[in-house]
């Protein structure tokens, strides 16, 4: 067996989940299952919140250990799923080594187009307003935001904007722009629109793993996508309080008022 190719399969498998939005046990299980059909002494998996560790050894071979960086994280059930099924494959000895390696490297790459994302972006708002008691209108002026939204987004990563800066400026964006098309726009609940507009940018995975985390006694990592959530939700929330703060003062007596 080739075990090199082994480990770069394991490793490759656990950087997509763990950037995809996986629960770190749940990588640490599905690089277990894989770097267990090596059939040596040892084979562990260590995974972090921005970085993957792993290593094989026998008696008669040299220790093999591999360390990857993880930079960015996101959510995206699919790949999650097709790992899954990738490594289900490859344990029951449907695939062969470099068979999962090729599909494994198939995946890696973006699932979905830049105007599918910014699609979803708009109708995620649209999509919560009528949940949060909104209307036609509301629901009209939700999808507008989200265009606004989309749009800062798309700049942001193309401009390689840091994650908690780019929240900011998101959620400033949906501030400003909710109080301009409600003082234009009449009959309209802004607290609808603002609530439901800032929805794309909640961080309820993060939260979830979080949880998920703990309970199975990973605290490291629980606690790390804690403060994730945290830090994300600080950055939503500063972003709207500055933007309505802007908008009343550049506007005497306030739009919000």
Do not use: W
Not at 48 to 77: F, K, Q, W
Request: charged share 15%; glycine share 10%.
């Amino acid at each position: 067996m080739d075990y090199k190719l082994l480990m770069n399969v394991a490793v490759l498998a656990g950087e997509i989940m763990l950037r995809s939005g996986a629960e770190t046990y749940r990588v640490e299980d599905t690089m277990e299952h894989f770097l267990k059909t090596a059939q040596t002494q040892v084979a562990e998996a260590l995974v972090l919140m921005t970085g993957i560790a792993a290593t094989i050894d026998h008696p008669d071979m040299e220790t093999i250990t591999v360390i990857r960086r993880v930079h960015s994280r996101g959510t995206n059930m699919y790949r999650i799923v097709k790992v899954n099924e990738i490594s289900r494959k490859y344990c029951a000895g449907e695939l062969s080594l470099e068979q999962t390696y090729n599909e494994l490297k198939a995946i890696k790459g973006k699932q979905y187009s830049v105007c599918f994302y910014n699609l979803a972006t708009i109708c995620v708002p649209a999509g919560f307003a009528p949940l949060f008691g909104g209307g036609l209108k509301e629901i009209v002026a939700s999808a507008a935001i989200g265009c606004i939204l989309a749009l800062i987004l798309t700049i942001g990563k193309r401009l390689q904007i840091g994650g908690f800066i780019l929240n900011v400026f998101s959620a400033m964006g949906i501030a400003v722009s909710s109080l301009i098309l409600c003082s234009v726009l009449s009959e309209i609940h802004l607290e609808t629109v603002v609530i439901s507009a800032i929805m794309p940018l909640v961080p309820g995975v993060a939260i979830t793993n979080a949880i998920r985390d703990t309970l199975r006694g990973d605290y490291l990592s629980g606690g790390a996508r804690m403060l994730e959530a945290f830090v994300i939700a600080t950055a939503v929330a500063l972003g709207v309080g500055v933007g309505m703060a802007v908008v009343n003062f550049l506007a005497p007596g306030g739009i919000l008022l």
